[in-house]
């Protein structure tokens, strides 16, 4: 699952691979090694094995670990899909710090137990999958791939630029997005859990956040095109419709997702999710 | 006023606060819709902000009937509701906001246009959307509402800061955002701090925390974290990203750097201090005095940059920073008198900053001066506009015949009143630097030398675009008169009845 400190594959393999995979690769795979995890942690070990305690303490560590170094790794990138999946790296470390602290946070609150971890599970899918598509898009239309050459993008291919733009501004966690509603479950779940650290480390990682997506929404949409784009490649215009639908379903998603969490649609789910693995207070449904 | 008192009739009163709310997200769609087409583009942004500003006003006579709108429109935790109000406070936050919005609109219309300013339609989306955040902050319920639309506020005025696209811009919008948005982050962690301790975060007129809450020391570094939270306010040593701002085109700088986005910061610190904490409990940590203290280094501090400032916008940036940190003042003085005075200054100082702002941005866009040391003696060629200037500088220091004057009365007395007599020193100190800024610039755009030639080159160029000079100087000059009538006639619109309402509400829990 590409958490600290063995994640150095992860970069390399989105690099490399087409965008597609990336999507799917960041969107699902990584993510069903967090769910082989929950699996594992709760349903054959149990949370009152007598090590499990300091496992998951030691777990947290490592995620707050990971959270840190993948969004400062990530500032560092030029090309725009190690960037992401550096991100990538970061995001994994929300999940299992949503995991590791779920124990120690039951009650019957809406944001207890493994509710935040799984609500962030399908939350991260749904930005990196469409953050990865779009990048995917500037490759497939303009054989762009790094962070620099993007500049003045926005002229060229409006939709695929701004299916990217919804989707950073919910990694950075701005109302009324996914990834907002997720920092809110995580925060008070650590507020629950009396792990305060934990809170300074999601707050400092949305700054940084911001600091990485907004490096390139700048060039996007703010600097002017720094190479001359020959007419026939301008002349095209955005990716093809069978390509633009599912980028624009997932941005739109991040946001629709955002306002039924806050309006509590699915968390009946979540709370049959905490009942089945004995973490629920049993005030659920 | 019939138009307001007709709507009142007709709607249930909960309706009107959400029209106010989101007619401007209508707006940027319709702007969308209709990029193609300018003057209908401009036409529905006068056309909402009319709307907006007269179902704000409608609400006016019910809120002086003491009375509360509160409407929720969905539960996001136990607890914490998705939901607006309307008190006499948020009233009035929202009242200059709106009002203002219609005389800035038609003000940027003739700036956009004689400067043939690069993507309008932008401009004026992202302008909606920024009134829909402020008077979003303005009518919440409860804080969490409130960071909702702070943070959006946040988003939504990056595009209008670095809307020039040079490096400058750039830098100046990167600033911007990454302060607004660690800010956000404060603000975010100190209000679900007060939803664990508390069970709510609803604004109350006794305060939701109380001295059970939690240790003192905690309750006190829940405050720093809260006042850290709102950089909106522009206070020291966090003020810098104001001035970098003032990048901006000038209808920017005037209704979000002077009013909107930075009144948004100090009506948040207004609503943790006597809503949140409460007046008692702010009290017993002795919290006041400190705050006091950290601000009036920020009264004095802002002046002494000010004057050394020769960019007219910047120096009108270090002037909002020391009138922002009055307010801020005027709030931790605690006494009813001095609380009065800082909410009626955010309406009259955002009249008189707005004019201020105004009359650089006309005086940029005729001659493109941007240096106080160039602008000698185009008083004679301008002879409206630096009359408002001069209103307005005088309304800064608090003199009479403007508004300034009155608001800033309420201050002092307040500061006698609450027995520490020596922040009636910093208000006169700083009063005192206001002139020393401001006199100079008077006398340098009335009585220095214009030579002729400049003279004939400004008379033409006002003479050659009289449409769009004629859309800046008149707003200018409705905002001078109005600081001047809000003098004579201070409870014109019932700012004065408004504040006293909020005043009486926070302290008759007080007294009793």
């Known amino acids: 699952m590409a958490l600290f400190p063995f994640h150095t594959w992860l970069p390399d393999a989105h690099a490399s691979a087409p965008s597609e995979i990336s999507a799917l690769l960041s969107g699902i795979i990584i993510e069903v090694a967090a769910y082989a995890f929950i699996r594992l942690a709760f349903s054959v070990f149990t949370p009152n094995f007598i090590i499990f305690e300091h496992s998951l303490n030691i777990l947290s560590g490592l995620s707050a670990i990971a959270i840190i170094f993948g969004s400062v790794l990530a500032m ?5 899909k190690r960037m992401l999946a550096y991100s990538s790296v970061s995001q994994m470390g929300y999940i299992m710090l949503a995991v590791s602290i779920s124990t120690s946070a039951i009650s019957s609150s809406p944001w207890s137990g493994l509710a935040p971890a799984t609500m962030h599970i399908l939350n991260h899918s749904l930005m990196k999958g469409c953050l990865f598509l779009s990048a995917g898009a500037f490759i497939y239309r303009l054989d762009l791939h790094n962070i620099s050459d993007l500049a003045g993008i926005s002229k060229i291919m409006p939709y695929s630029t701004f299916s990217f733009m919804l989707a950073a501004v919910s990694m950075i966690g701005i109302p009324p997005t996914v990834g907002f509603v997720s920092k809110l479950y995580i925060i008070l779940a650590c507020l629950d859990s009396k792990k305060f650290v934990f809170i300074f480390v999601i707050l400092l990682s949305t700054v940084l956040n911001l600091l990485y997506f907004w490096r390139v929404i700048e060039t996007v949409y703010m600097k002017k095109e720094r190479k001359q784009l020959s007419v026939s490649e301008s002349a095209h215009g955005d990716v093809p419709t069978s390509m633009l639908i599912p980028m624009v379903t997932l941005a739109s998603l991040c946001i629709v997702m955002g306002i039924l969490w806050l309006l509590k649609v699915p968390l009946p789910l979540l709370d049959r999710i905490n009942y089945l693995f004995n973490l629920s207070m049993g005030v659920g449904l | 006023m019939i138009c307001s008192d007709f709507l009142i009739s007709v709607l249930p009163e909960t309706v009107i606060p959400l029209i106010a709310i989101f007619s401007p997200v209508i707006c940027s769609v319709l702007i969308v819709m209709f990029k193609n087409h300018p003057n209908l583009r401009e036409g529905w942004t006068i ?19 003491d009375g509360t709108i509160s409407l929720s429109l969905f539960t996001i935790f136990p607890g914490i509701d998705y939901a607006y109000h309307v008190d006499a406070f948020g009233l009035i936050f929202a009242l ?5 919005w219609i005389i800035v609109s038609f003000y940027s219309i003739g700036y956009m246009r004689s400067l043939n300013e690069h993507n309008q339609t932008r401009f004026y989306f992202f302008f909606a959307l920024a009134m829909f955040s402020t008077i979003g902050v303005a009518f919440s319920r409860n804080l969490v509402t409130m960071y909702i639309h702070y943070e959006l506020l946040s988003l939504f005025t990056y595009p209008l800061v670095a809307h020039e696209e040079t490096r400058e811009a750039l830098s100046a919008g990167r600033k911007y955002l990454v302060y607004m948005i660690t800010s956000g982050c404060f603000l975010l962690a100190a209000t679900l701090v ?32 809260f006042i850290l939270g709102f950089m909106k306010a522009a206070y020291m040593p966090f003020h810098s990203w104001l001035p970098t701002a003032m990048v901006a085109p000038t209808p920017v700088s005037a209704l979000l750097h002077a009013v909107a986005v930075v009144k948004a910061g100090v009506f948040g610190i207004i609503r943790v201090v006597c809503y949140i904490y409460g007046i008692n409990l702010i009290q017993e940590l002795g919290l006041g005095v400190i705050l006091a203290c950290f601000i009036s280094f920020t009264v004095i501090v802002a002046n002494l940059f000010a004057i050394r400032e020769d960019n007219l916008k910047k120096r009108l940036a270090y002037s909002t920073i020391n009138q922002l940190a009055f307010i801020i003042l005027g709030a931790s003085l605690l006494s009813p008198l001095s609380l009065k005075g800082s909410m009626i200054h955010i309406f009259f100082h955002a009249f008189m900053k707005i004019t201020l702002f105004m009359c650089a941005g006309t005086i940029t866009a005729i001659t493109g001066m941007k240096y106080i040391s160039e602008m000698k003696g185009i008083g004679k060629a301008m002879p409206i506009t630096s009359i408002s200037f001069i209103i307005g500088a005088l309304g800064m220091c608090g003199l009479p015949p403007a508004a300034g004057f009155i608001s800033k009365w309420f201050i002092g007395l307040g500061a006698i009143d609450s027995g520490y007599t020596i922040f009636l020193f910093v208000i006169l ?25 400049n003279f004939d080159k400004i008379k033409t160029k006002i003479k ?15 905002t001078a008169i109005a600081s001047v009538l809000f003098f004579i006639f201070p409870d014109t619109l019932g ?9 009486n509400n926070l302290f008759c829990i007080y007294g009793g």
């Open chain 1, 76 to 80: 560092m990138q030029k090309n725009l």
């Open chain 2, 47 to 65: 056309i909402t902000s009319v709307i907006c500003c007269v179902s704000i006003l409608s609400l006016i006579p019910f809120i002086l009937k």
């Open chain 2, 96 to 100: 200059t906001s709106s009002l203002l």
């Open chain 2, 194 to 225: 007060t939803y664990w301790l508390t069970g709510t975060t609803d604004f109350t007129y006794s305060g939701i925390i109380t001295i059970n809450s939690a240790s003192k020391i905690v309750l006190q570094s829940l405050f720093v974290i």
């Open chain 2, 429 to 453: 100190i700083a009063s005192l630097l206001d002139a020393v800024y401001f006199f100079p610039i008077i006398w340098t755009i009335l009585f220095d030398e214009l030579d002729k030639g």
């Open chain 2, 464 to 478: 050659d675009n009289k449409i769009s000079v004629t859309l800046m100087v008149l707003p200018l000059l409705i």
């Open chain 2, 495 to 503: 700012v004065l009845n408004l504040a006293d309402i909020a005043v």
